[in-house]
């Protein structure tokens, strides 16, 4: 088994955070855990374990990454996060499946694309209701509502409608992309959570209708006790369910409710210049908490995979 205890980041143009993490990691030299930028050029069926640890921060738009990842995990290395729940992730089941542990979400209806790759028939379209019942789903959504791509991250083709025509004119711009139509939310107060670890939990003060530069606002004392532990315990618990050791979760809070707008982001915005020096050095030594105690073996990443015990059985060790 190779006994790496190296740290790899896989990055895409941020800068201050990978440095600062790696500076971080190396600094504090816990049992010989290392931290470096990746470095990939092909990946073979019996290629050893190159990491203990890789955070990813990538592979959404490097596909090549996202695929060595998943060989990673195979050959014993700890993902953050876990690529092939990132693989799988999708933003009407996530809502669904918070519906039913308890905490707020907004009405969602995720419709059918407006259009499909050429090679796709009429008659496979065959079970598709035509047209669509637009009265019945806006009667449960509501206007003012939010028309957003059910997988796409990043703000891109998110728009708020407040009519019917407005709602068509912009459904029609979606092409292949699956879409949501969920509930606005008129919000009192906005929090960004920043999570690490499934445990640690940053509650920021957030608006999302000023500029990205001036979006995190720091203010201590923004939220009451006892609306400060609901936050915390329902960004917890949706970190937990699924499977995210990175991830930032956003509440829209109206009349005192928290509710889950945006809960699944793999790889946050970490950027010191953004999100305030305080919050940039909390991330940075949680990150490298986490990650040095990966690669010390001294904690497993969630969502083991079912491969394991087979492994395990036929004899090889991760």
Not at 257 to 280: G, H
Request: charged share 25%; net charge negative.
């Amino acid at each position: 088994m190779n006994q790496t205890r190296k740290v790899g980041l896989l990055v895409g143009h941020e800068e201050s955070f990978p440095a600062a993490l790696i500076e971080h990691i190396n600094r504090c030299g816990a049992d010989g855990v290392t931290a470096e930028l990746c470095c990939l050029g092909g990946t073979r069926l019996d290629d050893p374990r190159q990491y203990a640890v890789v955070i990813d921060r990538i592979s959404h738009e490097v596909p090549y990454y996202r695929t060595h990842l998943k060989y990673a995990a195979l050959a014993g290395t700890a993902v953050i996060n876990n690529p092939f729940w990132w693989s799988a992730s999708e933003k009407f089941f996530g809502t669904a499946l918070l519906a039913r542990l308890g905490i707020a979400v907004p009405r969602t209806v995720v419709l059918p694309n407006k259009a499909y790759a050429q090679d796709v028939a009429p008659e496979s379209l065959r079970n598709l209701q035509y047209p669509l019942p637009w009265e019945q789903i806006v009667e449960y959504v509501g206007f003012p509502a939010v028309l957003k791509p059910n997988t796409a991250g990043g703000f891109k083709q998110v728009f708020k409608v407040h009519s019917l025509d407005e709602l068509w004119r912009c459904y029609d711009q979606s092409g292949p992309q699956t879409m949501l139509l969920q509930e606005y939310v008129e919000f009192d107060h906005y929090v960004r959570c920043v999570c690490v670890g499934r445990r640690e939990i940053m509650p920021i003060r957030w608006d999302p209708r000023l500029y990205w530069t001036e979006r995190y606002i720091v203010d201590h004392q923004h939220l009451t006790p006892e609306l400060g532990a609901r936050v915390v315990r329902d960004a917890r618990l949706i970190c937990e369910v699924l499977g995210l050791d990175m991830n930032t979760v956003e509440f829209a809070i109206r009349d005192n409710v928290p509710y889950a707008i945006d809960f699944v982001n793999p790889a946050p915005d970490f950027e010191r210049a953004r999100i305030r020096d305080v919050y940039f050095e909390w991330v940075v030594e949680k990150m490298a908490d986490l990650a040095i105690a990966y690669a010390r073996g001294a904690e497993r990443p969630p969502g083991r995979l079912r491969w394991d015990r087979f492994l395990r059985e036929a004899g090889i060790e991760e």
